[in-house]
C-alpha cells in the first residue's frame, strides 16, 4: 500500500488520507473587481499538470489535519508533505510557489 | 441526575457478550463494558486538566486502563473514564482549563470498546487495518485514529507484556467490527496453519 507521511503522524496508509484538490490558490484580494470569467476561473478552474502537482491532502481517518503535498502525477511518488502555511523545502517547489494562483499562472 | 440515569439504561450494542478466543489461538476478543468517554478539543493546551496529561506526544496514550487519555491530533484527544467519574469529570476539566476556549463533548454512547489481547493480536488487527503494528512502529502506549476494514476506529495499545489493544469504534460500526475481529483471528494461530 502506498504510504502517505503526514507532517504530524510520519509514515501512513493513503487509505486513510482524502486528497484536497490543488494547492496554493490564493483567494483574491478584491473579488468585486474581477469579471465574471476571472471569478469563474478563480473558482473551478484548474491546472491538470503530467509531472509535479502540489495538492492539499486531509489525514481524514487519523490526526484529521489539513496538509500540502507534492505529488509527481506521473510516478504517483509524493515528493514532500509540509504542514499548511509552510513553504516546501527543495527546489522544483519554487516553480509551484511563484504559480500559486490561476491567474498569475496563465499570465 | 438525568445524565445518571440514562447512562445507567444504556443498551451495548455487543450485549454482554463473553471473552471469546475463536481459533483457540490465544487472542482473546472482548467487548469492554459501558465506559465514559469524552472528546476534548483544545487548542494550545496547557500540561494537565483535572489529572490527565495534555502535553504527550501526538498518537500516545497516558494514564491506566480504567482512565485514559489519548491524542488523536495537534489540538485533539480521546478521554475514557468510569462510568462513575463520568458527572463530574467535564466540570473538573473545564475548571481547570479556566478561560480558554476548548470542546469538552460527551461521546460515551457513541463509542464502543473491544480489547483485543494476546500475542498475535496485532495480526488480527492487521487483517483490516494497514498501519504498521510492531513494536518499532506503534509500542505499548501508542494510540491513533485509524481504520479497520471499512470503519473508523481509535486503536490503543496498552502497557503489558503481551500486547493488549484497545479498538474504539462508532457504536453502528460495532457489530461489523466485532465480527471483522472474529473472523480475522481464525486466520492467525495454530488453527490457520492447519
Redesign the interface.
Known amino acids: 500500500?502506498l504510504l502517505i507521511a503526514c507532517p504530524?503522524?510520519g509514515?501512513?496508509?493513503e487509505?486513510?488520507f482524502r486528497c484536497g484538490g490543488q494547492a496554493h490558490i490564493a483567494r483574491p484580494a478584491d473579488p468585486g473587481a474581477l469579471s465574471d470569467a476571472q471569478w469563474a476561473e478563480y473558482l473551478f478552474i484548474r491546472d491538470n499538470p503530467r509531472g509535479i502537482h502540489a495538492e492539499r491532502w486531509n489525514h481524514v481517518?487519523?490526526?484529521?489535519?489539513w496538509f500540502n503535498a507534492r505529488r509527481d502525477t506521473v510516478s504517483d511518488r509524493f515528493l514532500a508533505t509540509y504542514k499548511m502555511g509552510e513553504t516546501p523545502q527543495s527546489q522544483e517547489s519554487n516553480s509551484i510557489l511563484s504559480t500559486s494562483t490561476q491567474a498569475e499562472a496563465r499570465a | 441526575m438525568l445524565e445518571a440515569l440514562y447512562r445507567t439504561a444504556r443498551a451495548l450494542p455487543l450485549g454482554r457478550a463473553p471473552a471469546s478466543d475463536p481459533a483457540c489461538s490465544g487472542v482473546q476478543i472482548t467487548p469492554a463494558g459501558a465506559e465514559a468517554r469524552f472528546a476534548l478539543r483544545i487548542r494550545d493546551a496547557g500540561a494537565s486538566a483535572a489529572g490527565l496529561p495534555l502535553d504527550g506526544p501526538?498518537?500516545s496514550v497516558r494514564g491506566d486502563d480504567r482512565r485514559w487519555i489519548a491524542r488523536?491530533?495537534?489540538d485533539?484527544w480521546l478521554i475514557g473514564s468510569d462510568e462513575a467519574e463520568a458527572d463530574q469529570l467535564p466540570a473538573a476539566i473545564a475548571a481547570d482549563l479556566g478561560e480558554r476556549a476548548h470542546a469538552i463533548v460527551d461521546v460515551s454512547h457513541r463509542n464502543v470498546g473491544i480489547d483485543v489481547s494476546g500475542p498475535l493480536a496485532a495480526a488480527v488487527l492487521n487483517a483490516g487495518c494497514?498501519?504498521?503494528l510492531g513494536d518499532a512502529a506503534f509500542p505499548a502506549g501508542s494510540a491513533?485514529?485509524?481504520?479497520f476494514g471499512k470503519a473508523?476506529i481509535v486503536l490503543i495499545r496498552h502497557d503489558g507484556a503481551t500486547p493488549r489493544y484497545r479498538v474504539e469504534c462508532w457504536r453502528s460500526f460495532a457489530t461489523y467490527v466485532h465480527g471483522l475481529l472474529a473472523e480475522a483471528s481464525l486466520g492467525v494461530g495454530e488453527t490457520a496453519r492447519r
Open positions: 500500500m504530524y503522524c509514515n501512513r496508509p487509505t486513510e481517518h487519523g490526526c484529521g489535519r | 501526538i498518537n488523536l491530533g495537534p485533539e494497514p498501519l504498521d491513533t485514529r485509524t481504520l473508523e
